[in-house]
């Protein structure tokens, strides 16, 4: 194998393999003779089919392979020789490929960025300081509150009362597009939070100053981008019942919330919490001690990048950073919502930190903001019956229209 340097720029390096077609024939038939004892066929002893008969039967899949090998072979000795260390896959790519016939010298231009030699660093000339941060009683105290928030049950009104906004109707309701029912619009016993806005926009204004008993039409319009094809942009009317309308009433910060969340008693609830924040201040402390360490290495040593790394890297943050800005095209779990989700578990019952979802962006899945656990209790879900979803703001989910649905709102819970 011929090898000659075409490109030595910098980081950029280029080489010209060249295989002499009498080798690539020797290969050639070197892999025919050591497969031949085992070959069998028609008309032949095992072991005894002709050189020329193996060559034509079997010639082209083998000169592929021989070609193979021979470059691969020839590409790991150079790296190895040369001691470069390509960034990423080098770029093979063979001279004349379309008009290659057998009998012409195989020529293949290898092309790829090397890594750079990273120069030695004096280490004892770097300080870090490591931050300690205990948890207050003031942020035990919020968890506390916002976990009683997320627990809160409802009661039922007085008989005759109005809807409120926060309040829970119960209602049936079947939905009508174009005169005609359509498929995964009716359900029954929902429990829809009013002000939580997990259905699509208008639907539950409509519903603020109902009473149990009143049936009412809600008039509403499918946004455009609505993950329904069928559905998008249409007008739509639903008959709805209410069977009931209930009074948020929030959980007791005592034994039992603690017990609800895998805590023996409240003490022991109040001690996890202060651990969880106490772990996630420290990892916000790393954090930025991991970033001074960075900004001092930066300042110490100087190289050059390769430039297919710069990016990768810029396009993989640019990709990341509009998932962000487009939560509901992110990949989800399979428990439908109208709030873009992350692929993250549902939360255990030991997960009690709803303080660290306090201010959470809808759908953001930062995860390396101090105080952000987007797997707390606050955010645990409630199933619903079959056909909610349709309402969902975003119900192109697996499951179709009729899958289960949880309301958008972190702060209400319905019984699963």
Not at 96 to 125: M, Q, R, S
Not at 179 to 208: K, R, T
Request: a negative charge; charged letters at 30%.
């Amino acid at each position: 194998m011929q090898v000659k340097e075409t490109q030595n720029d910098g980081l950029q390096r280029g080489y010209q393999f060249t295989l002499p077609a009498a080798d690539l024939a020797k290969a050639v038939d070197a892999k025919l003779k050591e497969a031949q004892p085992e070959v069998e066929m028609k008309g032949f002893r095992k072991g005894k089919v002709p050189m020329a008969m193996l060559k034509k039967q079997f010639g082209p899949r083998i000169l592929g392979e021989a070609m193979q090998d021979a470059i691969d072979g020839a590409l790991k000795d150079h790296l190895e020789k040369s001691g470069d260390r390509p960034a990423a896959q080098p770029k093979v790519e063979m001279e004349n490929g379309e008009t290659w016939k057998e009998g012409n010298d195989v020529v293949v231009n290898v092309t790829y960025e090397t890594l750079p030699a990273i120069p030695e660093v004096d280490l004892t000339a770097l300080s870090l300081e490591k931050l300690t941060v205990p948890a207050e009683d003031a942020a035990v105290t919020e968890a506390l509150e916002n976990l009683a928030k997320s627990s809160q049950s409802f009661e039922d009104r007085k008989k005759g009362s109005k809807a409120k906004d926060g309040d829970q109707v119960t209602i049936d309701f079947k939905g009508f597009v174009d005169g005609e029912a359509f498929e995964g619009g009716a359900v029954e016993d929902y429990p829809l939070v009013l002000g939580s806005n997990s259905f699509i926009p208008g639907f539950e204004d409509q519903l603020v100053g109902v009473k149990a008993g009143d049936e009412v039409k809600v008039e509403v319009k499918f946004p455009e981008e609505y993950g329904a094809p069928h559905l998008a942009g249409k007008d739509a009317t639903f008959e709805c019942t209410v069977k009931a309308v209930k009074a948020p009433k929030e959980a007791e910060i005592d034994d039992e919330l603690a017990k609800k969340f895998g805590a023996d008693d409240l003490d022991g609830l109040k001690k996890q919490i202060t651990e969880r924040l106490e772990a996630e201040y420290a990892g916000a402390a790393r954090a930025i001690m991991k970033r001074s360490l960075l900004d001092q290495l930066d300042a110490a040593v100087k190289f050059d990048l390769p430039k297919s790394l710069v990016e990768a890297e810029a396009a993989q943050i640019a990709h990341q950073l509009w998932h962000e800005e487009n939560p509901r095209f992110r990949a989800t779990t399979t428990m439908p919502s109208s709030r873009p989700k992350s692929t993250r578990p549902w939360p255990s019952a030991a997960c009690v930190l709803a303080c660290c979802c306090r201010d959470r962006p809808e759908g953001r899945g930062d995860r390396d903001r101090p105080g952000d656990d987007p797997s707390c209790a606050a955010r645990r879900p409630s199933v619903s019956g079959p056909g909610a979803s349709v309402l969902r703001v975003h119900p192109a989910e697996p499951g179709g229209p009729a899958a289960a649905a949880r309301p958008r709102s972190s702060r209400t819970r319905s019984s699963t």
